[in-house]
């Protein structure tokens, strides 16, 4: 069993920012940063809280232009609680920048969903023992609570606490970010109804989400606040409590916080008021905050053991606080950086890709609510798509509050310093992308009712943008989608092009195609009257689909020397010295600004910042590859896909977590060491901060989910359909483990256990009055009764090629049926 806890020992201020980053807590609905309560922000520390969906954008001058950014609003801080020593010579606040601190650790419970830090401060030749443990409540996801115990280690005396809300911060945790307006909260207000709770409401400056946090902080002993002030945007409460040598005083704080976006509520200041008054002390929260964890790692149940299932957890841990059972309620999409900090400015890009296939097999409730944040905001991407003079929907490459286009017009080269035009919102393969989850979740889950109603709108509407911008070209008798950006961001442009965009992405095209096959399917299975009425209100008529067939069937895929071209030209591009750039920069992940700031630029080379082509590898399955491609008139064989693999992997920089992800992924089925290799690269993305210092400013979710995944559907072959879940596993395991399991929720059961180990597969149902559930193996389908757990034996496949019904049964192929009475564990393998 892999461990739960997370530690950090001593202070460290270079790593301080990471530290917050991966010790930030939170509950689907707000998240804050894991910063010290005693620092305010500054070139070390950033505490940061944000809600999820919580937007404001403002209007900044840079490089002699006026752009408009929005951001993930950073929310007043609610952790500030500092003491100093009032009576001796040294009365400034204690801050491990000021002061000696001894024996500092962080300990983060992931079982429990609560950090815990220690430390000793020495101030005036006194020592002051501090503990302290913080949450974000799981069950109630409006409150927060900082316990402090404060110990006088050989001395008595009296201390000052303060406790505060600050709504003086900015957005100004990216430092690439600091030229741009970050003042997002205005009328800023505070007060103090009662003795120890204090409150202070803003409103976000340009969308006006009215926001309100009330803090009630008490003091063992009953000592009593001398004041409960506002002063300069800060609600601040100041405590003088007197320290006996060697007994511990604790000092709780309990908050809460409201903005005008929740439901239920009348205000957000009476709300929170009302809220924090009514919450039970700490001890109850923090029981009743475990028992909610509890519950969801029950959901969430799986196996790993080692580091890697130590690493795991920590992924899923954080996978959790950004999209929780919460996020149901909320009308958030997926941040990429989580709610853990600035980076993207919380924007919603398309990460949800890797995040959707884990929370399917978990949380359906939570993956319907993200694919309904994309539902609401279909409309305003048909008004993209119109304003291209399209149909269809154009999904935005980022997309905040109310999906219009978030991408930045410029972005900073922090090494040239310069500012530069950001194509990136060519990446129209988003729209393929929400509809590919449409379609993920509702085979896993079966979910009709959605499929039918808004998902076949989402697909529909996003076809007809591909059917759309598809352009017949007579002499390649193909169509082809030209001025695209792919995954690679590298490639942005031809060189020496003015115009920018590329042409004939592969994966733009192969995704293209398959949702416009997906589309047809849909429109073939929806009830008459549903589909009659989607017709009507979206003006498509049946003619035009006829048109969506040839598009899907001819869409061109361009191929060079024996490989699928990026696109079109690719291979015409230079060759880069990449022994060169290694060796003259070591870390080359972001090549694209070293050959800017050389005066070069990356659309020179055959060079890319991420899989692309090899993305194909990630979303389909070996035949489902295949069988794309023969769809659009292509036959791709093992020989010319290994060709394409080997082709890019030598040309990758990975210059995104989500790069070694989708490597390991693709590799997996072929090449187990190089696989695991990137696997451990994605294992390791954020603990290592292996994109340099960018995980100080958020967490990668995308990877984060993907690793999750990588277990749950790439090892195992795991392809969960309607009728049946579909299981090829690979004896590769995670490197270190003999064996894995995790548990699923899958057609009404509540926690299908799987186990595998070299060549061994088990699977229990359990008990209840459903159906059995059908496991179709490469070579036969066996049906497991709730209440019975099946070991069924499987081949070792070195290789991508299946086994197969018609290569029978393996040899040991007997499969042992067991049934376990209800609610007890599976027989051991
Ligand atoms: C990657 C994108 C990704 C984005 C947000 C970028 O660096 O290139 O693919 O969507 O980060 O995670």
């Known amino acids: 069993m ?28 707000f998240a804050t940063r894991g910063a010290a309560p005693e620092c305010a922000a500054d070139a070390v520390h950033y505490p940061g809280t944000y809600a999820a969906g919580c937007y404001d954008r403002l209007v900044s001058n840079v490089a002699g232009q006026q752009v408009e950014n929005e951001d993930m609003v950073n929310l007043p801080n609610w952790l500030p609680l500092r003491f100093r020593l009032p009576n001796g010579a040294d009365t400034s606040w204690l801050t491990p920048d000021t002061h000696p601190v001894h024996g500092q650790r962080l300990r983060l419970d992931l079982r429990s969903g609560v950090l815990e830090r220690t430390l000793c401060y020495e101030a005036d030749g006194r020592r002051l023992a501090v503990r302290q443990v913080r949450l974000v409540h799981m069950a109630h996801p409006h409150l ?23 709504g003086t911060v900015t957005n100004s945790g990216v430092e690439r970010y600091r030229q741009l307006a970050g003042h997002h909260l205005a009328h800023v207000r505070a007060g103090a109804p009662a003795p120890g709770t204090v409150w202070l ?46 007994r511990r005083i604790t000092v709780d704080k309990t908050v809460a916080l409201h903005t005008s976006c929740d439901r239920a509520i009348s205000d957000p200041l009476h709300a929170a008021l009302d809220r924090v008054a009514r919450a039970p002390d700490a001890d109850a929260l923090l029981e009743s905050h475990r028992a909610a964890w509890d519950r969801l790692w029950r959901n969430a149940e799986f196996d790993v053991p ?36 600035e980076a993207y400015r919380g924007h919603v890009f398309w990460d949800e890709l890797f995040v959707l296939p884990y929370l399917n097999l978990h949380f359906p409730e939570v993956s319907r609510a993200l694919l309904t944040y994309r539902h609401r905001r279909l409309e305003r991407a048909c008004d993209a798509a119109r304003d291209t003079g399209r149909t269809g929907a154009r999904y935005p490459w980022q997309s905040g509050s109310d999906g219009r286009e978030e991408t930045q017009q410029i972005h900073l080269n922090p090494r040239s310093g310069r500012w530069l035009p950001d194509h990136s919102r060519l990446q129209h393969h988003v729209g393929s992308a929400v509809a590919y989850n449409v379609w993920t979740y509702w085979q896993a889950t079966g979910d009709t009712d959605f499929l039918h109603a808004r998902g076949a709108e989402t697909i529909l509407q996003i076809a007809r943008f591909w059917a759309d911008t598809a352009v017949y070209d007579t002499g390649l008798g193909r169509y082809r989608i030209r001025g695209v950006v792919g995954p690679d961001e590298y490639h942005d442009a031809y060189p020496d092009s003015d115009a920018p965009g590329i042409d004939d992405n592969a994966y733009t095209n192969v995704t293209a195609s398959w949702v416009l096959t997906r589309a047809l399917d849909v429109l073939r299975t929806l009830p008459a009257p549903l589909k009659d009425e989607l017709l009507g209100r979206t003006g498509l008529d049946t003619g035009g689909t006829e048109h969506w067939e040839d598009v899907s069937r001819k869409l061109y895929v361009p191929h060079h020397q024996g490989v699928i071209s990026q696109f079109e030209g690719y291979g015409d591009l230079a060759e880069l010295d990449w022994d060169d750039y290694r060796h003259r920069y070591g870390d080359i992940r972001r090549l694209d600004r070293i050959l800017e700031a050389e005066g070069d630029t990356a659309n020179r080379y055959q060079a890319s910042k991420q899989a692309d082509v090899l993305m194909l590898g990630y979303l389909f ?12 008139g292509y036959d791709l064989d093992e020989a010319s896909w290994q060709r394409t693999v080997d082709y890019y992997l030598r040309r990758t920089s990975h210059g995104s977590t989500l790069s070694s992800l989708v490597h390991a992924w693709t590799l997996a089925r072929a090449r187990r060491t190089e696989a695991w290799a990137f696997a451990r690269e994605a294992l390791m993305g954020d603990i290592a901060d292996l994109q340099g210092g960018t995980t100080g400013e958020g967490i990668h979710l995308g990877a984060m989910a993907g690793t999750l995944d990588l277990v749950q559907r790439c090892l195992t072959g795991l392809e969960p359909r309607p009728e049946a879940l579909r299981l090829d596993p690979l004896s590769v395991l995670y490197a270190g483990s003999e064996a894995y399991g995790f548990a699923i929720r899958y057609r009404g059961h509540w926690g299908i256990r799987l186990r595998l180990s070299a060549g061994r597969l088990q699977v229990s149902v359990p008990d209840s009055d459903l159906a059995p559930v059908r496991i179709e193996l490469p070579d036969r389908t066996v049906s497991v009764a709730p209440g019975e757990t099946c070991t069924a034996s499987f081949p070792d496949r070195p290789g991508r090629r299946r086994h197969t019904r018609a290569d029978g049964p393996p040899p040991d192929s007997e499969d042992v049926r067991e049934r376990c009475p209800a609610g007890s564990d599976p027989p051991p393998d």
């Open 306 to 341: 080692g580091e890697a299932g130590s690493i795991l957890r920590l992924h899923l841990f954080h996978v959790l606080q950004t999209l929780s059972p919460h996020t149901v309620d909320l009308d958030a999409g997926v941040p990429a950086r989580g709610l853990h900090g």
């Open 621 to 632: 399955t070996p035949s489902g590859l295949g069988e794309a491609f023969h769809h659009l």
């Open 201 to 246: 409401s803003c409103r976000t400056a340009t969308s006006g989400i009215r926001v309100a946090l009330a803090a009630r902080t008490t003091v063992e002993g009953n000592a009593v606040p001398n004041a409960g002030v506002s002063t300069d945007g800060r609600a601040v409460l100041a405590f003088r409590v007197p320290l006996t040598d060697g």
């Open 144 to 166: 927060a609570l900082l316990r402090t115990e404060l110990t006088a280690e050989g001395w008595s005396g009296e201390i000052e606490v303060e406790s505060a809300i600050d």
């Open 2 to 29: 892999a461990a739960w806890i997370w530690e950090y020992e001593g202070y460290e201020p270079d790593h301080e920012r990471v530290r917050e980053s991966l010790c930030a807590l939170g509950n689907g609905v």
